[in-house]
């Protein structure tokens, strides 16, 4: 069963900095890999979907990539805003089964 | 597109009562799947379907719990009899592709709050 880890738990930065979220998972035979995003009482949107064969996906601000073969992937913010505020998720997705790290819960600071 | 679709957004009960949870995925999706979030535990997958069937339902807790999918358009969760630890939020999401596809990007709906007292 997959297992997936996400560092840090809990993230506070003033306004404007740039910051990386850390996943790890320890099946590396995956399809793809989503990062989400939660709001606090909302459900889950879907920011990037980065595919097997590809090392990184980009939309505005965020960058992500991914390593197969070291289990990981990093989810890059740049210029931070307080909107970017909530609950970070990544979900590696294997044999019909998308497993959840618990999330990075960020707050960026006016 | 109106995006994954779920009802009740909210669903206050007592013990022993039945709970029905209701989907409507993406037209045209083939996947559908059934997510429990509590804060204890995550996000946990109880089933999923392709093509209406059902695939994996090896995170459904206990029997007290069934899911089905009669068609394309519609898939409920049932509880019965509800306890107060299936207390949680309920989310169900679709997908556009099938089994093993190399893509396979999911869509989540709002969420069901169940409260069970």
């Known amino acids: ?110 | 597109d109106a995006g994954v679709i779920q009802s009740p957004r909210h669903e206050v009960t007592e013990m022993g009562q039945e709970v029905t949870l209701r989907c409507k995925p993406i037209s045209g999706h083939n996947s559908l799947f059934w997510y429990r979030q509590t804060m204890m535990r995550g996000l946990e997958l109880l089933i999923y379907f392709n093509n209406n069937v059902p695939i994996d339902d090896s995170g459904m807790p206990e029997d007290r719990f069934s899911a089905k999918m009669p068609n394309a358009s519609f898939s409920t969760l049932k509880i019965q009899p509800s306890e107060p630890r299936d207390s949680a939020v309920y989310f169900c999401a679709s997908s556009p592709f099938g089994l093993g596809a190399n893509t396979g990007e999911l869509f989540f709906g709002e969420g069901s709050r169940l409260t069970v007292l």
């Open chain 1, 1 to 110: 069963k997959q297992e997936v880890t996400q560092i840090p738990a809990a993230l506070s930065v003033p306004e404007g900095e740039n910051l990386v979220l850390n996943c790890s998972f320890t099946d590396s035979a995956i399809y793809n890999l989503q990062w989400f995003r939660q709001d606090p009482g909302k459900g889950l949107t879907s920011l990037l979907l980065i595919q097997s064969s590809q090392r990184e996906q980009t939309s505005g601000r965020l960058n992500a990539s991914l390593d197969k073969s070291s289990g990981r992937s990093t989810l890059y913010i740049a210029a931070s805003q307080p909107g970017d505020s909530a609950t970070y998720l990544c979900a590696p997705y294997n044999n019909n089964d998308m497993r959840f790290g618990a999330g990075t819960r960020l707050t960026v600071k006016p």
